[in-house]
Nanobody, 124 residues
């Protein structure tokens, strides 16, 4: 059974930075595509970024140039460095992993494993 646990969320002022972590346990996810999604109140869950097992990355246009996704396979952990945060980045952030395949999908249905989420709040 795969378990994903996010950490690093919190309250930050606009223009600030946060680094989210997603630690995987149960089995290695080094060969799996992993991603970050977020969900703001009253809105649908949306794609933020994804990373392949080779380190290839893909970002939503809304975060491109501000967020950086990375992974440390030795630690079975994925990260999301968020810079120049805006109030519209406020959401619960979820990490996720695909069970197979190498495509960096934007659709949440393509991801099998999910964490419980961590709240990120950006004040203006």
């Amino acid at each position: 059974q795969v378990h994903l646990g996010e950490s690093g969320g919190g309250l930050v002022q606009a223009g600030g930075s946060l680094r989210l972590s997603c630690a995987a346990s149960g089995r290695s996810l080094n060969n799996n595509v992993m991603g970050w999604f977020r969900q703001a109140p009253g809105k649908e869950r949306e794609f933020v970024a994804a990373i392949g097992w080779t380190g290839d990355t893909y970002y939503a246009d809304s975060v491109k140039g501000r967020f950086t996704i990375s992974r440390d396979n030795a630690k079975n952990t994925m990260y999301l460095q968020m810079n120049s945060l805006k109030p519209e980045d406020t959401a619960v952030y979820y990490c996720a992993a695909r069970s197979f395949g190498s495509v960096l999908h934007e659709k949440s249905i393509e991801y099998r494993y999910w964490g419980q989420g961590t709240q990120v709040t950006v004040s203006s």
